[in-house]
Every structure is written in structure tokens, then in C-alpha cells.
């Protein structure tokens, strides 16, 4: 269930980026186009925080799926 989420969330960030471009390319709505970048790079900052290890080794990930298991 953690793979799948974190897989949504990336999905989601890249479209948005996508959706950007696409705007961007169609019209100049720029308020629009800054926010969808804004939303994606926050998704993407919060997938390193997940996904990046600390110190010990494990990372948020890693102890979520552990838990989860159990």
C-alpha cells in the first residue's frame, strides 16, 4: 500500500508539471502554471523526505512498511 502511494504521488507531481508546460504552452495563465509547479516541486520535497535515508540506515518508507506489516 506504501509503494502504491508513493508511486500516486509521484505520478501526480509529474503530471502536474506536464499540465504546466501544456498551459503554458496554450495560454499565459501564469498564476496558474506557478502554482502547479509550486504544488509539484512540495510533493516532490516530501517524496525525498520519505524516501531519503537518515542516519541509522531506514528511511521513512522503509520503517511505514515495517510497521505496516506487523
Same mark, same amino acid.
Do not use: C, H, Y
Given at each position: 500500500m $506504501?509503494?502504491? +502511494?508513493?508511486? #500516486? #504521488?509521484?505520478?501526480? /507531481? $509529474?503530471?502536474?508539471l506536464?499540465? /504546466?508546460?501544456? @498551459?503554458?504552452? *496554450?495560454?499565459?495563465? /501564469?498564476?496558474?502554471i506557478? @502554482?502547479? &509547479?509550486?504544488a #509539484? @516541486? &512540495? +510533493?516532490? &520535497?516530501?517524496?525525498? +523526505?520519505w524516501? %531519503?535515508? &537518515?542516519?541509522?540506515?531506514?528511511?521513512? @518508507?522503509?520503517? %511505514?512498511? +515495517?510497521e %505496516? *506489516? *506487523?
Amino acid at each position: 500500500m $506504501v509503494n502504491f +502511494i508513493i508511486s #500516486a #504521488a509521484t505520478f501526480t /507531481a $509529474v503530471l502536474l508539471l506536464f499540465g /504546466a508546460w501544456r @498551459l503554458s504552452k *496554450r495560454r499565459g495563465a /501564469a498564476k496558474q502554471i506557478w @502554482l502547479m &509547479v509550486a504544488a #509539484a @516541486l &512540495v +510533493i516532490f &520535497v516530501n517524496l525525498a +523526505i520519505w524516501i %531519503t535515508p &537518515v542516519d541509522n540506515g531506514q528511511s521513512l @518508507l522503509n520503517q %511505514t512498511a +515495517i510497521e %505496516t *506489516r *506487523r
